[in-house]
């Protein structure tokens, strides 16, 4: 394979599992609800997330770089509303 088509296989697979976060982000923001949410993990995640993408930098891998960044953003904005939203049980 040519780098183009290494760099594509690259893209694609960003794109992909980047955009998987986002039903998850809408839903999370819609409803306040994070109850299921493991904040161990979410937080786990977000720290690889942003070491992928220091990596991705340091290496000069963009498409590392482009996803990790966009899945950081959307990670981290779960992560945010884990740490500040109150569970829907325990509203008045």
Do not use: H
Not at 31 to 56: K, N, Q
């Amino acid at each position: 394979m040519n780098d183009w088509g290494i760099q594509a296989l690259g893209y694609v697979a960003a794109c992909l599992t980047t955009l998987a976060f986002i039903p998850q982000v809408v839903y999370c923001w819609r409803t306040r609800d994070t109850t299921s949410i493991s904040l161990g993990m979410y937080t786990s995640f977000c720290l690889g997330v942003f070491l992928w993408l220091v990596y991705g930098v340091l290496a000069e891998q963009w498409p590392v770089v482009a996803a990790n960044l966009v899945t950081f953003v959307l990670a981290g904005s779960i992560w945010w509303l884990k740490l500040t939203a109150k569970s829907p049980r325990n509203r008045p």
